[in-house]
Nanobody, 133 residues
Framework: QVQLVESGGGSVQAGGSLRLSCVAS????????MAWFRQAPGKEREGVAA????????YYTDSVKGRFAISRDNAKNTVYLQMNSLKPEDSAMYYC??????????????????????????WGQGTQVTVSS
């Protein structure tokens, strides 16, 4: 069983920065694509960024390219999301997600589908990010 615990959310003014962390338990982390999603009130959950198992490839949705950076520390079972130049429209609950479909299930990130909810089968409880103008 995989458990994901997010932290690092908070309130910040526009233009500010936050770094989110997600600690994963269980023995599948190293074989899992890891991702960050967000969901604002009344909106669909959207994929923000994903990182491959080894950390060599990262993928971003267009609205955060150049401002957000995803990384992972495999020695600490932790994935990060560094968020810079924050905007009010970045306000949302941010969720960590893990993709592991078994040893033959293709658990690394898909460059095409990385932002789809259905790609991921483990989710954290979320951490709130609020950006004021």
């Amino acid at each position: 069983q995989v458990q994901l615990v997010e932290s690092g959310g908070g309130s910040v003014q526009a233009g500010g920065s936050l770094r989110l962390s997600c600690v994963a338990s269980g023995n599948t982390y190293l074989r899992s694509c890891m991702a960050w999603f967000r969901q604002a009130p009344g909106k669909e959950r959207e994929g923000v960024a994903a990182i491959s198992t080894g950390g060599g490839s990262a993928y971003y949705t267009d609205s955060v390219k150049g401002r957000f950076a995803i990384s992972r520390d495999n020695a600490k079972n932790t994935v990060y999301l560094q968020m810079n130049s924050l905007k009010p429209e970045d306000s949302a609950m941010y969720y960590c997600a893990s993709k592991y479909w078994g040893p033959y299930g293709g658990s690394d990130c898909s460059p095409i589908a990385f932002a789809k909810r259905s790609e991921y089968n483990y989710w954290g409880q979320g951490t709130q990010v609020t950006v004021s103008s």
